[in-house]
């Protein structure tokens, strides 16, 4: 379970174990980042640990189409609470995510590798942000990789400062993302939170399935 040169291939996410470890080492380089991402493999690791490679089975992921918007969300929304921005301040929500504490965590797996390896891609256009404001403040945000030709995003990490911060531009952006024609949402990892705003497990094949195009094409 080693992919220590940045030409090697990662071998068949057939062979992740059953928490979705696939493999481990390597490097963060674009083309790795890349091609990962593109085969359903994400890195996710601390600091005292080596760079660990996961494609985990069932995937959570959301279809825009089954977004869940609350009451009370939804009268935010109407008063426009919070303004969204896209791609603004990348360095700073990436910042926000890797200090804000989470249950069961500890430090965090946002490591400086992490930040510079995303802020190439965010400079490729690839990596995209998004920011929610009050006030002329970073409140809010979230940031993932945008495959375009696969009309997937693949959420990263968000944060919130102020109550419900995250979730107005999490659902701002989903409905931005299916306006322009994508039809899956990776969220990795099952959490309430997410389940709360509509998405769901499925098996890893059926995900696969999407990256290859042969579904929501």
Aim: aromatic share 12%; charged share 25%.
């Amino acid at each position: 379970m080693n992919s220590s040169t940045p030409y090697q291939k990662f071998p068949s996410v057939k062979f992740a174990n059953p928490d979705g470890l696939l493999a481990m080492g390597g490097d963060l380089s674009v083309e790795r980042l890349l091609e990962a991402y593109n085969h359903g493999i994400f890195p996710w690791y601390d600091s005292s640990e080596p760079i660990l490679w996961w494609s985990p089975d069932p995937r959570m992921v959301l279809y825009p189409e089954n977004l869940k918007v609350s009451k009370s969300m939804k009268q935010l929304l109407r008063n426009e609470t919070f303004k969204v921005t896209y791609n603004q301040d990348f360095l700073a929500v990436i910042e926000h995510c890797a200090s804000k504490k989470r249950k069961g965590q500890n430090g965090t797996w946002i490591t400086q590798e992490i930040k510079d390896a995303y802020l190439e891609l965010h400079h490729l256009g690839i990596v995209q942000s998004v920011e929610v404001w009050q006030n002329d403040e970073l409140v809010g945000g979230l940031y993932g990789i945008y495959l375009k030709e696969k009309k997937m995003f693949c959420g990263e990490s968000m944060f919130a400062n102020v109550s419900n911060a995250s979730k107005y531009g999490f659902i701002t952006y989903v409905r931005k993302l299916k306006a322009e024609g994508v039809t899956l949402i990776d969220c990795q990892m099952y959490t309430e939170h997410l389940e709360s705003l509509g998405a769901a497990e499925i098996p890893r094949k059926e995900f696969l399935k999407h990256l290859k195009g042969q579904i929501g094409s």
